[in-house]
């Protein structure tokens, strides 16, 4: 519930702080072994699904480049480096710890437009990638795209929602607007394409028939349901 509670905070707020927030995550932590990364012995498992989910995308959405390759894969997983869990007031809590952080000088994105060779840790390796990687706005603009509308967005939308989104200092709110308030909610290709996920399609079956959410049955008979699909709430890595 406290995974939920960090993306529920400020949902229309900044992006940036809200990956800031996730790397904190004790949910994050343990679901990608984050906790286990340390300097000398590194865990590749966060910093490449940072990059990969959050960040930039492996390959742009339309033409299938690379947006990055493996050299920058280990990098990241060291400024990643430092965090680890323990027991503060009878809670589990992620904290941090200088002498299992990686210091060291990294670069990532070698031999391009937007190489870098800086002492990286979580925040600035954040900061540099949204900020400079070209992919990035327009990757995070064309997943908002596809959640809400439809996901066959044209390079055109991207392009004008990345500026957007960039413009607005990757705060969430104006590029949802303008996404919501777009003829393309309600273009051919929006019709019947968002396909719900088990969880989406029990959420809404739940509120169509008024069901009490708060009714032991009623939360039985919905985690009977989904014990099958392998998408239980509140138990990663699902």
């Known amino acids: 519930?406290?995974?939920?509670?960090?993306?529920?905070?400020?949902?229309?707020?900044?992006f940036e702080q809200l990956i800031n927030q996730i790397t904190l995550d004790l949910a994050m932590n343990h679901?990608?072994?984050?906790?286990?990364?340390?300097?000398?012995h590194l865990n590749q498992n966060f910093g490449r699904e940072l990059?990969?989910?959050?960040?930039?995308g492996a390959r742009r959405q339309i033409t299938g480049t690379p947006n990055y390759d493996e050299r920058s894969i280990n990098p990241a997983a060291q400024a990643l480096t430092g965090f680890f869990t323990e027991i503060q007031g009878g809670k589990e809590v992620v904290s941090f710890n200088p002498a299992l952080h990686d210091s060291s000088t990294k670069t990532i994105f070698p031999e391009t437009a937007w190489e870098s060779t800086q002492n990286f840790d979580d925040q600035s390796l954040v900061n540099y990638i949204l900020n400079n990687h070209p992919e990035s706005p327009r990757y995070l603009a064309?997943?908002?795209?596809?959640?809400?509308?439809?996901?066959?967005?044209?390079e055109e939308v991207i392009d004008q929602?990345?500026?957007?989104?960039?413009?607005?200092?990757?705060?969430?709110?104006?590029?949802?607007?303008?996404?919501?308030?777009?003829?393309?909610?309600?273009?051919?290709?929006?019709?019947?394409?968002?396909?719900?996920?088990?969880?989406?399609?029990?959420?809404?079956?739940?509120?169509?028939?008024?069901?009490?959410?708060?009714?032991?049955?009623?939360?039985?008979?919905?985690?009977?349901?989904?014990?099958?699909?392998?998408?239980?709430?509140?138990?990663p890595p699902s």
């Open 51 to 56: 990059m990969e989910l959050f960040l930039i």
């Open 142 to 154: 064309g997943k908002l795209f596809s959640l809400l509308a439809h996901p066959f967005p044209s």
């Open 161 to 235: 929602l990345g500026a957007e989104l960039k413009a607005a200092n990757f705060n969430l709110e104006p590029v949802l607007r303008t996404v919501l308030k777009s003829s393309a909610m309600f273009a051919p290709e929006a019709h019947k394409v968002c396909v719900d996920s088990p969880v989406q399609y029990f959420s809404s079956f739940v509120r169509s028939a008024q069901l009490p959410v708060r009714a032991l049955t009623t939360l039985n008979g919905i985690r009977g349901a989904l014990v099958p699909t392998g998408q239980m709430p509140l138990e």
């Open 31 to 40: 679901g990608l072994d984050n906790h286990f990364n340390q300097v000398g």
């Open 1 to 14: 519930w406290e995974h939920l509670a960090v993306l529920r905070t400020n949902p229309l707020g900044n």
